[in-house]
């Protein structure tokens, strides 16, 4: 299959910090991919980095080879802004983790889903319009009609996060990236939206990056895993080989400290201890031997691991994990 | 709108009572009796007391007070002391001159301030110069901002005439070249406050989600800047110019002394000079109104241009 983005050593700074080291990863069309990793550990700024909205203060090197929906294959990092515009909302879209403050107060919804159709399609009003109504009975909005002149305020959260969607998805894009799109909703609602993400991406064949820090969605959603910390990914593989068998103490871990409800027997939560290290005094060596019950003085705090294939597909970034397998 | 305009209006009533009734008092106070200064130094006690009985200046202060507000409700505002003129006749032709120069002022002023904020890009190079401007606006006084003006366009450049009045019956460029020095130097300062106001409002409005959800659409920031950031940020810009438009005529004062314009600020200027009390006590009355107008219409604005306050 043809990936639609790779990523070759992707590496974000901003000032002397780097918060995202040497991340490669590939997601093919119709593929959806989970970014999993605690709070901090850098991936929303891998999500802003592939649309280009970090803002200047960020450095960023390696390449973002998009290919486009003209055939066209570039790297993002080279494009010149004006170029990068004609992508941003076109070939790629994101929707963000808060959909209350995720649409202007100030325009009704109609204006707000046909605005991204109106710069990269220009049509006529009547059809901008019947392309929204569209757009909305697609992520399932009860009363299509009365949502295009309602202002945001008047909607519900899970329905601002389906106009969210709706708007990302009206230029038809090649990826989508979703940046815990569920995470400020409720239980029920996330659900919905899950359900619909689902179908979409197997209506459009639109590959999705999903980002989140909740696993139990992962598990549902996801085809693939990349799991992050401090920065980097330190296990990736097909979702059952990693929920199955997580190779990386710190994958396990996140697996462990997950609750689990239907269980058949009780499970003890157990969190990981410690904190995600702060980016710019990273400890040396693996960056998480210092939380991790498998580390070895002198081994795990000197030398950087690589990533090595431990399966086919299912790369770990681990010194030890040929001996804790075992 | 108009429901809460009208709310706002019918509210201004007994503002309006209350702050006539206090300017009446003070004035009275200030002043003392109004005959002593009509008759001059060598006037006779005697003569003063009768003078104070036939106008009716021996009466309460609160009598008085009703006697003239009945009078000025129906549009008799009594007669200058110093010309005998009727002071509505002496007050209304002045009325457009301020209201023209303050108005185009406040117009200059807005669209400058939005402008010269919202530009991004390489065009966003001028803002050091924006506020520049801004806090020149905002500490120089009118009178020093205005003689510099003078100074430099009339005096060495010699491009416009100096002072004095040209009304449109002269034709138009004859009117816009003596309109325009003043117009500018009462623009100043509201320019530098809505500045400061719209400056600030537009940095918080930019670092809102939703302006980066806008630019995930894959607008310039040209477009994101005139369509979301500026129209969020004109909020407080709507309530600052309803205030300042209460100021119209305070801020004229000044202004209208230096450039020898025939408005309402300078008529109040040469009242209290010859202690011409019904005319300062109109005047303070015109200020009062357009202060308690002029913030109905822009609550009522505000209301209009915030869909979640128009629509509950």
């Known amino acids: 299959m043809v990936d639609v983005i790779a990523t070759q050593h992707l590496t974000i700074g901003f000032g002397a910090t780097r918060v995202v080291h040497r991340l490669s990863f590939s997601i093919a069309a119709g593929e959806v991919v989970a970014l999993v990793g605690e709070s901090g550990s850098g991936k929303s700024t891998v999500a802003l980095s592939l649309m280009g909205l970090l803002g200047r203060s960020a450095s960023v ?53 046909t605005e991204a159709l109106a710069v990269h399609r220009p049509m006529p009003q009547a059809a901008l319009r019947t392309e929204a109504l569209r757009l909305l009975r697609s992520v399932a909005i009860a009363n299509p009609e009365a949502c295009l002149s309602a202002y945001p305020h008047q909607l519900s959260g899970g329905q601002r996060q389906r106009v969210m969607i709706a708007i990302a998805l009206s230029c038809q894009p090649r990826l989508l990236i979703a940046d815990e799109p569920t995470t400020a909703l409720d239980a029920t609602i996330q659900a919905q939206i899950i359900d619909q993400l689902r179908q979409l991406r197997a209506e459009t064949g639109m590959a999705v990056l999903f980002i989140t820090h909740d696993l139990g ?37 996140l697996m462990r400290s997950r609750p689990r409800l239907f269980a058949e027997t009780p499970v003890r939560i157990e969190p990981i201890p410690g904190n995600v290290p702060n980016p710019a005094h990273l400890p040396p060596g693996c960056a998480f031997h210092p939380r ?32 804790i397998v075992a | 709108m108009l429901a809460i305009l009208a709310r706002r209006l019918v509210w201004a009533i007994p503002g309006g009572i209350v702050i006539t009734a206090l300017l009446f008092a003070s004035l009275a106070g200030l002043i003392g009796s109004p005959a002593a200064l009509m008759l001059g130094r060598d006037a006779t006690a005697q003569s003063i007391a009768e003078l104070n009985a036939r106008l009716g200046f021996d009466r309460p202060i609160a009598t008085q007070y009703l006697d003239w507000m009945g009078h000025a409700l129906r549009g008799d505002l009594g007669r200058s002391y110093v010309t005998h003129q009727s002071v509505v006749e002496a007050v209304l032709p002045r009325l457009p001159v301020t209201l023209e120069i303050g108005l185009l002022a406040l117009v200059l002023a807005t669209i400058a301030a939005i402008v010269l904020n919202s530009l991004t890009g390489a065009r966003a190079l001028i803002r050091p110069l924006a506020t520049l401007l801004a806090v020149i606006g905002i500490t120089l006084p ?163 241009a915030n869909p979640q306050v128009r629509i509950r």
């Not at chain 1, 580390?295 to 001996?323: I, M």
């Not at chain 2, 003596?178 to 117009?183: A, C, D, T």
Request: aromatic residues 8%; neutral net charge; contains cysteine.
């Open chain 1, 217 to 253: 969605l992962v598990r549902e959603i996801a085809d693939r895993v990349l799991v992050m910390y401090a920065g980097r990914i330190v296990e990736s593989g097909p979702t059952e080989a990693v929920f199955g068998a997580p190779r990386m103490p710190y994958t396990a871990g």
């Open chain 2, 142 to 304: 009118n009178f020093v901002l205005g003689l510099g003006l003078i100074y430099l366009l009339c005096v060495t450049l010699e491009w416009l005439p100096s002072v004095g009045w040209s009304a449109w019956s002269n034709g138009v460029p004859d009117h816009a070249t003596h309109i325009l020095l003043p117009v500018l130097t009462l623009s100043a300062y509201y320019y530098g406050s809505l500045t400061l106001v719209f400056r600030a409002e537009y940095d918080a409005v930019a670092r809102r989600l939703f302006i980066r959800a806008v630019k995930a659409k894959g607008l310039s920031d040209q477009q994101v800047s005139w369509r979301h950031t500026m129209p969020n940020a004109l909020l407080p810009v709507i309530t600052t110019i309803g205030l300042s438009m209460g100021q119209l005529v305070g801020g004229a004062v000044v202004t209208e002394s230096l450039f020898s314009i025939p408005g309402i600020g300078s008529l109040l200027v040469d009242s209290i000079l010859s202690r011409d009390y019904p005319v300062v006590l109109a005047i303070g009355m015109i200020v009062v109104f357009s202060v308690v107008i002029a913030n109905a219409a822009a609550d009522a604005l505000y209301a209009a």
């Open chain 1, 292 to 323: 991790c019950a498998h580390s070895q003085p002198g081994r795990c705090d000197s030398g950087t691991p690589e990533p090595e294939a431990c399966a086919p597909g299912h790369q770990v970034c681990c010194l030890r994990w040929r001996e």
């Open chain 1, 61 to 113: 090197e390696g390449s973002i080879h998009l290919s486009r929906k003209n055939g066209e294959t570039c790297d993002l990092l080279t494009l010149p802004e004006r170029r990068l515009r004609a992508i941003r909302g076109n070939d790629l879209a994101m929707i963000f983790q808060e959909p209350m403050a995720s649409l202007d107060p100030i325009y009704r919804i109609g204006a707000q889903i």
